[in-house]
């Protein structure tokens, strides 16, 4: 199988495939997760507002996924509390607790808490908010670390028999009757040909010009793609705004909505917003300042701080690959997924669409189709299954919540290593979970992690990082597999920078 896209559908595609026993070959032009698997609002959720556009079908789905997700991967992922406070001129009370009821019950619950009133004046929550605002509600649902999540299951997939190439694009996929003549180029102009007996267009925002300038028909065959709608969403982060470990999801006037959350440690996220992207390469988009004038101004209708361009420390933009159903507000586009099959040659499926609480759900209908279009089916294994690090047994023993098992984890890598200093043990904790004894290896003593590059951040993590996980630019290190540039001054990140250039492996 020959997977174009190093996403979180594609990687989890080839995780699916590989686990089934296929050969997997996954080809990405740049870094795993360098686009929009990256530039997410970081949620498992189950999606509240799209109950208005009556997506019933997606927001089960997407509720069915949250602790499925949760219990795989407890060190990247974890529940968060919404706070939404009543504006009446927005949408009515009984409106939103109708929508809040079925939030609650259309899948069952395990670890995630049930919704509630609150009174503002009196929770936590409401110190940070203008007093106007009295009334408000909380519910339930998760936070992801995005990009670590495209790694984990690429990880997975290649432990499984995988071959991932990063930093190679994929110049033409030749489809005859039995199979693909694949050439692929890497980075330094090298190239190799792939004979597959599949292909899986997961490219994202790019999947439709894969089978306009890619992909290349069986003799007197034509073949046809969907069109895609490219909206491009923006977030913004400034200085935390909020003590409080809840995030808050505000209404606006234009029906929209935006989302406060509480992000590493000093900081809060806001996003997103929803702009149609035409005649643009999707890997350009940045927000723009009308965009951060946006954002500013709702968060600004909540908050009694004002959140203002100035106040911004970094922003980050993706391209949302939709389908497009003719919609005119590009809020109102379905983030439901759909797989395409086409069979009047060797086997081609091409993703469109998704969102990233439901890329395991995706992964495993694509690996029931690759089965049925190849007449070889295999049994599904994802679900129930931990994705790399999610395991605690051997540190933990069972499992119980996933927040009190990583809590627990944590409690276990200080004992193991008392000579970690405590905001180190939880950051790699965090970021590696149980694969925290790979990183630190053999290591007995601080010295024993090599050189201090920039603050908390030794050569040990970072040769891990570039031996097990596929980071070769100071922007993988710094902004996809962890966000430690918002913590480093400007000459610390060119101190990592310099480090990987002097240990890049030689081509």
Not at 134 to 153: C, E, P, T
Not at 251 to 262: G, H, K, L, S, T
Request: with cysteine; charged share 25%.
């Amino acid at each position: 199988m020959l997977i174009i896209g190093g996403g979180i559908n594609g990687c989890g595609i080839a995780r699916d495939l590989a686990g089934r026993g296929w050969r997997v070959t996954l080809c990405e032009k740049d870094d795993l997760a360098s686009h929009t698997s990256s530039a997410s609002t970081k949620l498992i959720h189950g999606g509240l507002r799209y109950l208005e556009y009556y997506e019933f079908s997606l927001v089960r789905k997407a509720l069915q996924e949250r602790e499925v997700l949760l219990r795989s991967a407890p060190h990247i992922m974890w529940p968060l509390r919404f706070v939404m406070p009543h504006d009446p001129s927005m949408r009515p009370a009984w409106m939103i607790r109708a929508g809040l009821f079925l939030y609650d019950h259309l899948a069952r619950r395990e670890v995630l808490p049930a919704s509630r009133t609150i009174d503002l004046h009196r929770h936590p929550a409401g110190a940070a908010l203008k007093p106007s605002f009295r009334r408000g509600f909380v519910y339930s649902d998760g936070w992801v670390d995005d990009a670590r999540l495209v790694v984990l299951n690429a990880l997975d997939a290649r432990a499984r028999g995988a071959e991932v190439l990063t930093r190679t694009r994929c110049v033409r996929a030749q489809r005859d009757r039995d199979g693909w003549d694949v050439l692929l180029e890497a980075q330094d102009g090298s190239r190799r040909t792939v004979r597959a007996r599949a292909l899986v267009n997961a490219a994202g925002p790019w999947a439709e010009s894969v089978l306009r300038g890619v992909a290349r028909p069986a003799q007197d065959e034509v073949l046809a793609t969907r069109q895609l709608r490219l909206v491009k969403g923006s977030h913004i982060v400034v200085p935390r705004l909020f003590e409080h470990d809840h995030a808050y999801i505000f209404q606006n006037a234009d029906r929209r909505i935006i989302f406060a959350i509480p992000f590493q440690d000093a900081f809060t996220l806001i996003g997103t917003t929803d702009v149609e992207l035409e005649g643009a390469d999707p890997g350009s988009a940045k927000i723009d300042a009308s965009e951060i004038d946006y954002l500013c101004a709702q968060a600004s209708r909540y908050f009694r701080q004002a959140v203002t361009p100035a106040s911004v420390v970094w922003t980050y933009s993706g391209v949302r690959p939709l389908l497009d159903d003719a919609s005119g507000d590009p809020s109102a586009v379905t983030r439901d997924y759909f797989l395409e099959s086409n069979t009047t040659a060797a086997p081609l499926l091409s993703v469109w669409g998704g969102k990233i609480t439901t890329f395991r759900k995706l992964a495993e209908d694509a690996g029931h189709e690759i089965g049925r279009m190849l007449g070889e089916a295999r049994a599904a294994w994802t679900d129930g299954a931990y994705l790399p690090g999610g395991d605690l047994t051997d540190w933990i023993g069972p499992a119980t919540q996933p927040t009190a098992d990583f809590e627990r984890l944590v409690a276990a890598v200080r004992t193991r290593h008392a000579w970690l200093e405590p905001a180190l043990a939880r950051r790699l904790a965090r970021a590696y979970g149980s694969r925290i004894a790979v990183v630190l290896g053999d290591a007995r003593s601080v010295a024993d992690l090599g050189a201090c590059i920039a603050p908390g951040l030794y050569e040990r993590e970072l040769d891990y990082l570039r031996n097990e996980e596929w980071a070769l630019s100071a922007d993988d290190v710094l902004w996809r597999r962890s966000k430690l540039g918002l913590h480093f001054t400007a000459q610390q990140r060119e101190h990592v920078a310099y480090w990987l250039e002097e240990h890049a492996q030689p081509a």
